[in-house]
């Protein structure tokens, strides 16, 4: 445990001291690599001088440092002059609807996945099998933003179920039952999108895992003692499939939330960390984008920490490091 601690805390300050020393690196005023020189152009001397001073940019970069983990600590990320607000209420106005769309899709497409992968490894071979190995392996092929596209053009153009854009309807006043079904009607197709796009891997592993798992003598044992199919194929032999499509849900959180997210997000017009990461990089805004890395960085390694106390927790054969 201390040892897995100790892990993520260094993790954690490697990020930390690069999110500091990559602007400072620029072969270029400070100033311009942190806020970019269209911003920067914009700014008065007073401006100029104020930010300077507040960042510590004429102060050893020693100095700078401890002063970049003092504003860290009080919540201060920077100010987005494009959002004209602080970096961190821009954030926090985009993270919920990821962590909505994105935790959503991998609980769902864990569960499909894994009973399916389950289902398909205890019938390897047969009909069901080999129709759900054949449909999984091909839509694994398609990049997010393509199911997106053919979702949102049958689906949402064609005809016209789902709105084409947004997280929900903007100035309808909705509020309470009919907030949360507007909601939900807009996230129907992203969330479906993400859900074909992962739901192949925690099936594809499943399979497999349960495949080798019913070769173990422990499972031959449990049907000599005249344990329910059933409950061989779920409790015993399902249980030990799972273990490896936890640590890869972990794993696929952290790519999901910069990668899937944001191509499905833009297809979309969805407001969370997907679309503020492609505006920004469009628009410049340097603080904006240093900060959501940032976040979604914590958000990433905080996320892996659980997934890894869940992985001990469902194997009692794994031991903290002592």
Same mark, same amino acid.
């Given at each position: 445990m201390k040892i897995n601690v100790v892990n993520y805390g260094i993790a954690f300050l490697i990020i930390l001291f690069l999110n500091f020393l990559l602007p400072r690196l620029i072969p270029s005023d400070p100033l311009?690599?942190?806020?970019?020189?269209?911003?920067? +152009?914009?700014?008065?001397?007073? #401006?100029?001088?104020?930010?300077?001073?507040?960042?510590?940019?004429?102060k050893p970069l020693w100095k700078?440092? @401890?002063?970049?983990? =003092?504003? =860290?600590?009080?919540?201060?990320?920077?100010?987005? @002059?494009?959002?004209?607000?602080?970096? +961190?209420?821009?954030? +926090?106005?985009? +993270?919920?609807?990821? #962590? $909505?769309?994105?935790?959503?899709? $991998? /609980?769902?497409? &864990?569960?499909?996945?894994? !009973?399916?992968?389950?289902?398909?490894?205890?019938?390897?071979?047969?009909?069901?099998?080999?129709?759900?190995?054949?449909?999984?392996?091909?839509s694994s092929g398609f990049p997010s933003f393509f199911v997106g596209i053919l979702f949102l053009l049958i689906f949402g153009v064609t005809l016209g179920l789902f709105p084409l854009q947004g997280a929900k309807t903007a100035y309808s006043g909705l509020?309470? /039952?009919? $907030?949360? $079904?507007?909601?939900l009607k807009h996230l129907a197709l992203p969330l479906a999108t993400l859900i074909v796009v992962f739901i192949s891997g925690s099936y594809l592993l499943t399979r497999n895992t349960m495949i080798t798992t019913l070769r173990e003598p422990f499972i031959l044992t449990a049907k000599a003692k005249g344990i329910t199919?059933?409950?061989?194929?779920?409790?015993?032999?399902?249980?030990?499939?799972?273990?490896?499509?936890? &640590?890869?849900?972990g794993i696929r959180f952290g790519t999901g !939330? /910069? &990668?899937?997210? #944001?191509?499905?997000?833009?297809?979309?017009?969805?407001?969370?960390?997907?679309?503020? /990461?492609?505006?920004?990089?469009?628009?410049?805004?340097?603080?904006?984008?240093?900060g959501s890395l940032f976040v979604v960085t914590i958000l990433v390694l905080t996320v892996n920490f659980a997934v890894d106390r869940l992985y001990r927790k469902l194997d009692p054969r794994v031991r903290d490091e002592r």
């Open positions: 311009m690599a942190i806020y970019g020189e269209e911003t920067l +152009l914009q700014m008065t001397p007073e #401006l100029k001088a104020h930010l300077v001073q507040s960042l510590g940019l004429d700078q440092f @401890f002063i970049y983990l =003092l504003t =860290l600590f009080k919540g201060d990320l920077g100010y987005s @002059f494009y959002h004209n607000a602080p970096v +961190l209420r821009v954030v +926090l106005s985009y +993270l919920p609807w990821t #962590l $909505l769309l994105m935790g959503t899709s $991998l /609980i769902l497409s &864990t569960i499909f996945g894994v !009973i399916l992968g389950i289902e398909s490894g205890w019938r390897r071979g047969r009909t069901f099998d080999k129709v759900m190995l054949v449909g999984m392996m091909s509020s309470g /039952i009919y $907030l949360f $079904l507007d909601v199919d059933r409950k061989v194929r779920y409790k015993h032999a399902g249980r030990n499939s799972m273990l490896p499509v936890v &640590t890869q849900t !939330i /910069i &990668t899937g997210a #944001l191509f499905v997000e833009i297809v979309f017009s969805y407001p969370g960390m997907g679309s503020l /990461i492609y505006n920004s990089l469009v628009m410049r805004d340097y603080p904006v984008l240093q």
